[in-house]
């Protein structure tokens, strides 16, 4: 079936570093949602990207989808504290209605 | 703003009872899901609903689980016969239209079920 890696699964980072992390589908996608769950927390929906090649950006959060649909990317810019939390992608299938998560990535930022 | 509540916020059950797990999605949505993360670990999608059916269901979503819409404002997940396995956090999340479409999941605060 459908496989959403992540990677890294973790990432401590020093407050004011940058961080990304990656998304690989199996399939390819007919669009891409981003969360962010913080720790005992639910998944907050943060953007969602529907064209190849595109690029969102949040603030200091930066979004890209793959050319081929099948990738994408988070990268925050000069992390804080308050970006703590797991990022997870979630991919829909052209045809379907589910979204299949990935396997996230726990970021820590250290002060 | 308004925002998906689930009830109750933790339930503690014994293996082979029935659960239900109820939620109430925002009141102007139409499409409703489940998903449950075992601690930890990723967030699985269990089923989606709209016009009072199951739209889609995964491989998870077996005999044992049934959804429903008993009023013009809850939605419910059952459990018929827990396992220790079903020991998760279980959200349900609304979505405004588009079965197909891109539009952000509002996801509730989650059940934390314990099966004993």
């Known amino acids: 079936g459908q496989q959403v890696m992540q990677i890294p699964q973790y990432q401590h980072v020093q407050e004011g570093e940058d961080f990304t992390t990656y998304c690989n589908s199996s399939t390819t996608l007919s669009n891409i949602q981003w969360y962010k769950q913080r720790p005992g927390g639910h998944p907050v929906f943060l953007i969602q990207l529907v064209k190849s090649g595109e690029v969102k950006k949040q603030k200091r959060l930066t979004f890209q989808f793959g050319e081929a649909k099948k990738n994408s990317s988070l990268h925050i810019t000069a992390t804080q504290t308050t970006d703590v939390g797991t990022y997870f992608c979630a991919g829909r299938n052209s045809g379907t209605y589910k979204y299949i998560f990935g396997t996230g990535t726990r970021l820590k930022v250290l002060a | 703003e308004p925002e998906v509540t689930q009830t109750p916020s933790h339930q503690v059950t014994q293996m082979g009872q029935e659960v239900i797990l109820r939620c109430v999605p925002i009141s102007n949505h139409l499409y409703f899901y489940w998903y449950r993360q075992i601690l930890g670990q990723k967030v699985e999608f269990l089923v989606s609903?709209?016009?009072?059916?199951?739209?889609?269901k995964s491989e998870i979503f077996d005999d044992q689980f049934s959804v429903e819409r008993p009023d013009g404002s809850n939605f419910t997940l059952k459990i018929r016969s827990t396992k220790l396995e079903d020991s998760a956090m279980y959200f349900c999340?609304?979505?405004?239209?588009?079965?197909?479409?891109?539009?952000?999941?509002?996801f509730g605060p989650g059940t934390r079920l314990t099966v004993t």
């Open positions: 609903f709209y016009n009072n059916e199951i739209s889609e």
């Open positions: 999340a609304s979505k405004v239209a588009g079965g197909y479409s891109s539009y952000e999941q509002y």
